[in-house]
Nanobody, 115 residues
Framework: QVQFVESGGGLVQPGGSLKLSCSASVSIASFSVMAWYRQVPGKQRELVASITSAYKASLIDSVKGRFAISRDNAKNTVYLQMNSLKPEDTAVYYC?????????WGQGTQVTVSS
């Protein structure tokens, strides 16, 4: 059974940094693309960043230059380094494969950017 457990969220001031981790219950090497998504109440869950098995990363325009995604297949973990955080980055962050699987959503980790 595939389970993703997200951690590392919290409250941070604008301009601050956080590093999110996503631990998988199975080998992530079997997944071609891993991704981070985020959701704000009342809005659709959106793709934030993805990384292929060849370590090619893609990010949405609003986080380019501030966020970085990485994966460690040996640890079955995907990371999202978030720098220069803005209030509009406030959301619950989830990891999943890409394209997303409805069966793989975890609890997510809350990120709140506020002074």
């Amino acid at each position: 059974q595939v389970q993703f457990v997200e951690s590392g969220g919290g409250l941070v001031q604008p301009g601050g940094s956080l590093k999110l981790s996503c631990s998988a219950s199975v080998s992530i090497a079997s997944f071609s693309v891993m991704a981070w998504y985020r959701q704000v109440p009342g809005k659709q869950r959106e793709l934030v960043a993805s990384i292929t098995s060849a370590y090619k990363a893609s990010l949405i325009d609003s986080v380019k230059g501030r966020f970085a995604i990485s994966r460690d297949n040996a640890k079955n973990t995907v990371y999202l380094q978030m720098n220069s955080l803005k209030p509009e980055d406030t959301a619950v962050y989830y990891c999943n494969i890409f394209p997303r699987s409805q069966d793989y959503w975890g609890q997510g980790t809350q990120v709140t950017v506020s002074s």
